[in-house]
């Protein structure tokens, strides 16, 4: 597979080298059992010298009219708000990489990319009318930025007919390992167990609803006013009348802010709530239903299943 890693100015190092070093320990664990290494890795940038977040110099080579990849890989670069995000998306080396994937999809590569580098495959249109994830606590502005992609950030792998996306930070490790899979399933296998890692199919459990309502004033009252809500139970009329607004516009703006409605983001606050309480107050689970309204314990012990993937007996033996 000839798969070629697209490095811009201000690199995420975390992801950098978890996609690097991923693919250039399948090449070797591939060679030691006397295969032909996968993949023909090249680091290509759009300046001479490009440095990462942290300040080290990254090996680039030229873009050359005789590279034809199969994947093109785009590791995030690194921006801790919105602003300073969206300030990177308009510089000329990020332009120059939107074109320049659009060009390597013309000729038939496949794009990967993972946490902020989904916003640069975003920018470039190739995810219109598709499902992606991105990084989720930049959901919000992903979805204001690009209405046309359709984004679900609770999963963590999200393939298409373009390519792949994957999710937050160490997602990076989660895409290589998606890659090396292609390439040989028992291959991905060995190098998940060199590296402790397995591939998750979702981010769900590390979602912090909180900071995903920061991101717009309705939302933000919204949620306290849910907290304070939780026992009583959900109903959409006194929720709007609680926030001065009308029921059509509270539905309006989270869909558009949170991709999902205000009883979804309820519930995103019911599971939260109980993980903390399964976590750290010794209570049964019928008392915990009770506290985030439930009348008994095995409706919360399914949402718990159906959001987070776990039971409440694997929720417990996070303490161990």
């Excluded at 999902?260 to 049964?284: C, I, M, N, T, W």
């Amino acid at each position: 597979m000839r798969l070629t890693v697209l490095v811009l100015e201000g690199a995420f190092d975390l992801g950098l080298t978890a996609v690097l070093d991923g693919f250039r320990i399948a090449n070797n664990l591939a060679l030691r059992q006397g295969h032909r290494p996968p993949f023909e890795l090249s680091i290509v940038g759009l300046r001479k010298k490009v440095r990462s977040s942290g300040g080290l110099i990254v090996p680039v080579q030229p873009i050359t009219p005789g590279l034809k990849p199969d994947w093109v890989v785009v590791p995030a670069v690194s921006a801790s708000t919105p602003e300073l995000l969206a300030a990177a998306l308009e510089r000329p080396d990020v332009r120059q990489a939107t074109g320049q994937l659009r060009a390597w999809h013309d000729e038939g590569a496949q794009i990967a990319t993972s946490c902020l580098g989904t916003f640069i495959v975003a920018e470039s249109g190739l995810l219109d009318h598709r499902e992606a994830t991105t990084t989720w606590w930049l959901s919000p502005l992903f979805r204001q930025r690009y209405p046309k992609v359709q984004l679900d950030e609770s999963r963590m792998l999200v393939p298409t007919d373009i390519g792949v996306t994957a999710g937050a930070a160490l997602g990076h490790l989660d895409l290589a390992l998606w890659l090396i899979r292609r390439a040989s399933p028992e291959l991905a296998t060995v190098v998940s167990r060199y590296l402790l890692a397995d591939i998750r199919s979702s981010q769900a459990p590390y979602i912090i609803p909180n900071h995903l309502a920061q991101a717009d004033p309705l939302i933000l009252r919204f949620e306290r006013w849910a907290r304070e809500n939780l026992q009583a139970g959900f109903s959409l009329q006194e929720a709007a009348k609680a926030l001065a607004t009308n029921p059509r516009s509270l539905q309006r703006r989270c869909q558009s802010v949170l991709g999902k409605s205000p009883l979804a983001y309820f519930q995103d606050l019911r599971v939260e709530r109980a993980q903390s309480l399964l976590h750290g107050s010794g209570l049964a689970l019928d008392a915990i239903a009770a506290e985030v309204g439930y009348v008994d314990g095995a409706t919360l012990r399914t949402l718990l299943r159906q959001r987070l993937g776990r039971g409440v007996r694997d929720l417990r033996a996070d303490l161990l």
